[in-house]
């Protein structure tokens, strides 16, 4: 087994005197040191050659790697496994080279001088990130800790709740925790105006005002989209999530994507989750690009065309919705592509369709579904029963 030769080391704003006997011994003795400006300030006084993050940051492992053999440490802030880079460097260097050496993360630190329990918070990142992503947790009483890209962060984040109904929200920026020059800033999401230092974690109280937008993570409601008419109803599309089971990091193809309503529950469902639209119209593809952005999906992938051609070149996917141009070649091609135990499920609305999926069915199994939904509307002066379109869905979960 390789004896491990990088030390990957959190590191606090209060710089050296903050990090134990050994961390302090393994970066006064390192040969090769390697961090942002700021970590390399936080380690003066070190007769190390400094090597400064790369852009883009991908090119840092191959340069890690060419100094193996010497006495490497990579500087990082706080808990390097916490949205951190000690998760990029495990992708490209063995974990039994690596050794990791955390600090008191960012989250840790917040949730203290708040006064919030860490478990009772969520905790997210708009570094690096589309600010959008933390739109699903938007609601009222939800505290949010987030890892912040810059100055700007703040009101990036306040304008996201202000649009959404959340002005009154209290906003606390948590600047150069730990250290000599640590400071506080409060206001709220409304009117933000306040000047911050780039260093911060922003401290997030949703309060709700009184047009804010209260979804749930899944099953949202039609009208919370915009469409033509052309979309995967509310009942059929909770019904379909719970079919193709959102998991943290899954990736989803939405065939036939349309507004993009199911592969952004799909996102909203699972942390972390991505999806790819297929989607022939331009025009809906704008539409599916909209939705995702205002309802925290901003990663969508929209592809222009139809399946299966376009299904060529894809990442594998650990789920497939057919909710549009259904056909046993384009059946077979999902069905290669899952990988084991992913899901597959399809909606049909038209005969045509539903023969394919009920030959699919009568071949491989699964599960066949005919749903049908009646709502309460008005008739005159009464209200009466009025149905939707049924759809046949077809549900299947591949074994190996």
């Known amino acids: 087994m390789t004896a491990p030769w990088l030390h990957i080391i959190g590191i606090g704003e209060d710089g050296m005197a903050g990090l134990s006997a050994e961390g302090r011994r393994l970066v006064e003795q390192a040969e090769v040191i390697v961090g942002g400006d700021r970590h390399h300030s936080l380690a003066p006084n070190v007769a190390a050659e400094r090597i400064a993050w790369p852009s883009p940051f991908d090119a840092m492992i191959d340069e890690i790697r060419r100094h193996k053999g010497r006495r490497v440490v990579v500087l ?8 951190s880079v000690g998760a990029r460097m495990l992708k490209g260097i063995p ?7 955390p600090q008191l993360s960012a989250f840790q630190f917040a949730s203290c001088r708040m ?10 990142t708009v570094h690096g990130r589309a600010a959008e992503q933390i ?4 609601a009222p009483g939800v505290r949010m800790l987030l890892l912040t890209k ?6 990036t984040v306040a304008k996201l709740l202000t649009e959404r109904g959340y002005g009154p929200s209290k906003l606390t920026v948590l600047a150069a925790l730990g250290g000599p ?3 506080r800033f409060e206001g709220v999401a409304e009117g933000w105006t306040i000047e911050v230092p780039d260093f911060h974690v922003l401290a997030v109280e949703c309060v709700a005002g009184p047009d804010a937008q209260i979804l749930p993570r899944t099953g949202l409601p039609d009208d919370a989209f915009v469409h033509d008419g052309k979309i995967t109803k509310r009942t059929q599309r909770a019904l379909a999530l719970s079919k193709l089971v959102p998991v943290r990091d899954g990736v989803l193809w939405d065939l036939g994507c349309g507004c993009g309503s199911v592969a952004i529950e799909w996102m909203r469902a699972g942390r972390e989750a991505r999806a790819i639209g297929i989607e022939p119209q331009e025009k809906r593809r704008a539409m599916a690009e909209e939705n995702a952005l205002r309802l925290g999906a901003p990663k969508l992938k929209l592809v222009e065309g139809t399946a299966p051609d376009a299904l060529a070149g894809l990442p594998a996917p650990d789920a497939v919705f057919i909710g549009g141009g259904i056909s046993r070649e384009t059946i077979a091609a999902c069905i290669d592509a899952l990988k084991p135990h992913g899901r597959l499920v399809a909606h049909a609305v038209t005969l045509e369709s539903e023969a394919v999926l009920l030959s699919a069915f009568e071949e491989l199994g699964g ?13 005159g002066p009464f209200k009466g029963w009025k149905p939707s379109m049924a759809v046949v869905q077809w549900a299947w979960v591949k074994q190996s």
């Open 150 to 155: 810059d100055r700007t962060s703040p009101e």
């Open 76 to 83: 990082v802030t706080g808990d390097p496994l916490w949205f």
């Open 135 to 138: 739109v699903p947790w938007f």
């Open 181 to 183: 020059n640590e400071a």
């Open 95 to 101: 974990r039994e080279e690596i050794v990791f050496h």
């Open 115 to 124: 006064g919030w329990s860490l478990a009772d918070v969520e905790t997210l």
């Open 367 to 379: 599960e066949l579904q005919r749903v049908a939904v009646e709502t309460a509307e008005p008739v």
